[in-house]
Protein backbone atom coordinates (compact mmCIF):
# COMPACT_ATOMS: atom_id res chain seq x y z
CA UNK A 1 0.00 0.00 0.00
CA UNK A 2 1.34 3.10 -0.93
CA UNK A 3 1.36 6.47 1.28
CA UNK A 4 2.04 9.97 0.75
CA UNK A 5 3.16 12.13 3.62
CA UNK A 6 4.89 15.79 4.62
CA UNK A 7 6.79 17.04 7.01
CA UNK A 8 8.01 20.32 8.10
CA UNK A 9 12.11 20.77 8.87
CA UNK A 10 11.47 24.08 10.98
CA UNK A 11 15.44 25.00 11.59
CA UNK A 12 15.84 24.74 7.56
CA UNK A 13 12.41 25.72 6.79
CA UNK A 14 11.70 22.36 4.41
CA UNK A 15 8.46 20.86 3.81
CA UNK A 16 9.53 17.38 2.83
CA UNK A 17 7.06 15.54 0.81
CA UNK A 18 7.40 11.74 0.64
CA UNK A 19 5.70 8.65 -1.12
CA UNK A 20 6.27 5.28 0.50
CA UNK A 21 5.68 1.67 0.52
CA UNK A 22 4.17 -0.30 2.64
CA UNK A 23 7.54 -0.64 4.78
CA UNK A 24 7.39 3.26 5.32
CA UNK A 25 10.57 2.87 3.09
CA UNK A 26 10.61 6.50 0.54
CA UNK A 27 10.06 6.16 -3.32
CA UNK A 28 9.69 9.50 -4.33
CA UNK A 29 10.98 12.63 -1.96
CA UNK A 30 10.41 16.37 -2.65
CA UNK A 31 12.04 19.08 -0.63
CA UNK A 32 10.39 22.56 -1.25
CA UNK A 33 12.64 25.68 0.50
CA UNK A 34 10.69 28.10 2.31
CA UNK A 35 9.29 30.96 1.81
CA UNK A 36 8.42 30.72 -2.00
CA UNK A 37 8.41 26.59 -2.53
CA UNK A 38 12.09 26.94 -4.22
CA UNK A 39 12.42 23.11 -5.28
CA UNK A 40 15.70 21.70 -3.41
CA UNK A 41 14.93 18.24 -4.76
CA UNK A 42 12.49 15.47 -6.62
CA UNK A 43 14.16 12.69 -6.77
CA UNK A 44 12.89 8.84 -7.30
CA UNK A 45 14.28 5.84 -5.87
CA UNK A 46 13.82 3.70 -9.17
CA UNK A 47 15.35 6.52 -11.25
CA UNK A 48 18.41 6.96 -9.13
CA UNK A 49 18.98 3.11 -8.99
CA UNK A 50 18.74 3.09 -12.83
CA UNK A 51 21.32 6.10 -12.27
CA UNK A 52 23.61 3.94 -10.22
CA UNK A 53 23.88 0.98 -12.59
CA UNK A 54 24.38 3.81 -15.46
CA UNK A 55 27.10 5.27 -13.86
CA UNK A 56 25.28 8.43 -13.82
CA UNK A 57 24.01 8.97 -10.03
CA UNK A 58 25.89 11.90 -9.27
CA UNK A 59 25.01 13.92 -12.33
CA UNK A 60 21.23 12.71 -11.56
CA UNK A 61 22.07 13.72 -7.64
CA UNK A 62 22.88 17.32 -9.06
CA UNK A 63 19.52 18.03 -10.93
CA UNK A 64 17.08 15.79 -8.99
CA UNK A 65 18.36 15.59 -4.99
CA UNK A 66 18.87 12.25 -2.78
CA UNK A 67 15.98 9.96 -1.24
CA UNK A 68 15.73 9.39 2.16
CA UNK A 69 17.51 5.95 3.12
CA UNK A 70 15.85 4.69 6.51
CA UNK A 71 12.14 4.53 6.84
CA UNK A 72 10.23 7.53 7.58
CA UNK A 73 9.17 5.33 10.84
CA UNK A 74 12.77 5.75 12.11
CA UNK A 75 13.14 9.22 12.13
CA UNK A 76 12.93 10.96 15.63
CA UNK A 77 10.61 14.12 15.48
CA UNK A 78 8.85 13.39 12.08
CA UNK A 79 5.11 14.78 12.56
CA UNK A 80 3.42 13.59 9.27
CA UNK A 81 0.84 15.12 7.63
CA UNK A 82 -1.43 12.37 5.38
CA UNK A 83 -1.54 13.57 1.63
CA UNK A 84 -3.93 12.40 -1.25
CA UNK A 85 -1.94 10.74 -4.06
CA UNK A 86 -3.56 13.76 -6.23
CA UNK A 87 -2.14 16.27 -3.66
CA UNK A 88 1.80 14.03 -3.90
CA UNK A 89 1.71 14.53 -7.63
CA UNK A 90 0.35 17.99 -7.91
CA UNK A 91 3.54 18.99 -5.78
CA UNK A 92 5.96 16.47 -7.45
CA UNK A 93 5.09 17.89 -10.98
CA UNK A 94 5.89 21.53 -9.77
CA UNK A 95 9.23 20.59 -8.50
CA UNK A 96 10.32 18.22 -11.26
CA UNK A 97 9.67 21.31 -13.66
CA UNK A 98 11.42 23.67 -11.81
CA UNK A 99 14.57 21.56 -11.11
CA UNK A 100 14.53 20.72 -15.18
CA UNK A 101 14.14 24.42 -15.99
CA UNK A 102 17.08 25.36 -13.94
CA UNK A 103 19.35 22.85 -15.60
CA UNK A 104 18.29 24.22 -19.53
CA UNK A 105 21.01 26.79 -20.48
CA UNK A 106 19.75 30.48 -20.51
CA UNK A 107 19.30 32.04 -23.93
CA UNK A 108 20.80 35.33 -23.61
Known amino acids: MTRWVRCFWD ?5 FYFELDKDGYVMR ?18 ESQGAQRDG ?9 GLI ?3 PI ?4 GHDPQWLSAHE ?4 WSQARRQ ?10
Not at 11 to 15: A, C, F, L, M
Open 11 to 15: EEGVW
Open 29 to 46: QVELQEPGSKALAAAWLA
Open 56 to 64: RLAEYESVY
Open 68 to 70: AEL
Open 73 to 76: SEWE
Open 88 to 91: FETV
Open 99 to 108: LQDRQRPQLS
